[in-house]
């Protein structure tokens, strides 16, 4: 259910998404060029992984087609007891709530080097909080509930991160290299452009 929701999403965006993304990548190749910084595509990519999965992000959230529900809900755990655990509606509005946030602690946390939860919680709170009022006022609810899911997921991608930065110091030298990441991340390029180019009916490759 989820993956349908997010491949309507991209069907919705993707265009934008295209030109967005070719006229940011010639910029930050241009200022690369100009300012003689150093080129490391491994992070040129992961930001913009970022971007992709900010705009499918709030895309998805302020979508009123996928509206269901409208009204305000302040009261904490009353949205998400409604729901059996397991069940379709369990997944997609307290799991899915959860993950959707998840790369948003991850991405967030790197980009600001947290190493503190309280330094997540607050860019968490004030994003999920912001979303919420929007979608009240264009058709859609406010649910503290969401707040708190989204919240959790991005406490869990601070952790992720925290994980993965002690991981990697205990990695041979290479595996923390810029040539290992580079690789990595042009494996993963290839395979959204495959998969991206099928998804539009290029078919590329």
């Not at 030109?19 to 595509?41: D, G, P, Q, S, Y």
């Amino acid at each position: 259910m989820e993956m349908k929701i997010l491949s309507t999403t991209l069907k919705e965006i993707w265009p934008m998404l295209v030109i967005f993304l070719i006229v940011l990548v010639t910029m930050r190749i241009t200022a690369i060029k100009v300012n003689n910084e150093k080129f490391i595509f491994y992070k040129e990519f992961l930001n913009l992984v970022f971007i992709i999965y900010a705009m499918l992000l709030f895309q998805l959230l302020t979508d009123t087609e996928l509206n269901t529900t409208s009204g305000i809900n302040i009261i904490p755990f009353t949205e998400i007891m409604r729901y059996k655990v397991g069940s379709a509606a369990f997944n997609l509005n307290v799991i899915g709530n959860i993950l959707i946030f998840l790369p948003f602690g991850y991405f967030v946390s790197s980009y600001v080097k947290a190493n503190k939860v309280s330094h997540i919680l607050f860019i968490s709170i004030i994003t999920s909080f912001t979303v919420e009022v929007v979608q009240h006022y264009i058709g859609r609810s406010f649910d503290i509930d969401d707040i708190l899911l989204n919240v959790v997921g991005s406490i869990l991608g601070f952790f992720l991160f925290i994980s993965l930065n002690a991981i990697s110091k205990h990695l041979p030298r290479f595996f923390r290299s810029d040539a290992f990441y580079n690789i990595i991340c042009i494996i993963l390029l290839v395979i959204f452009l495959i998969y991206f180019t099928r998804f539009i009916g290029l078919g590329w490759f």
